[in-house]
């Protein structure tokens, strides 16, 4: 079993800055592949980021892609998500997720991932 733990979230102002956290345990998740999605007020979850064990390949939605950057710490067995430049519409609860089996193409699809936390909430005033 695996278990991810959110933290970092919090109240920011349009411009801001925030890095999120993801810490995981259980036996032989730090070679999982890892991702963030965000669920905002009244919209479905969505992707934010992924990256694979390597650290090598990441992943990011087209409205995150130059502001937010994911990176991993396998000897943690941690995962985080700088977060710059944010804006009001980045407001959402955070969700860390890790997928076992992580097949190419997929990264952007929540049904890859076969664990989730309980999430994190941003809110980015303006």
């Known amino acids: 079993q695996v278990q991810l733990v959110e933290s970092g979230g919090g109240l920011v102002q349009a411009g801001g800055s925030l890095t999120l956290s993801c810490a995981a345990s259980?036996?032989?998740?730090?070679?999982?592949?890892k991702g963030w999605f965000r669920q905002g007020p009244g919209k479905e979850r969505e992707f934010v980021a992924a990256?694979?064990?390597?650290?090598?390949?990441?992943y990011y939605a087209d409205s995150v892609k130059g502001r937010f950057t994911i990176s991993r710490d396998n000897a943690k067995n941690t995962v985080y998500l700088q977060m710059n430049s944010l804006k009001p519409e980045d407001t959402a609860v955070y969700y860390c997720?890790?997928?076992?089996?992580?097949?190419?193409?997929?990264?952007?699809?929540?049904?890859?991932?076969?664990?989730w936390g309980q999430g994190t909430q941003v809110t980015v005033s303006s």
């Open positions: 997720a890790a997928a076992s089996v992580l097949n190419y193409g997929l990264e952007r699809s929540s049904n890859s991932y076969n664990y």
């Open positions: 259980g036996r032989t998740s730090s070679s999982y592949a």
């Open positions: 990256i694979r064990w390597s650290g090598r390949n990441t």
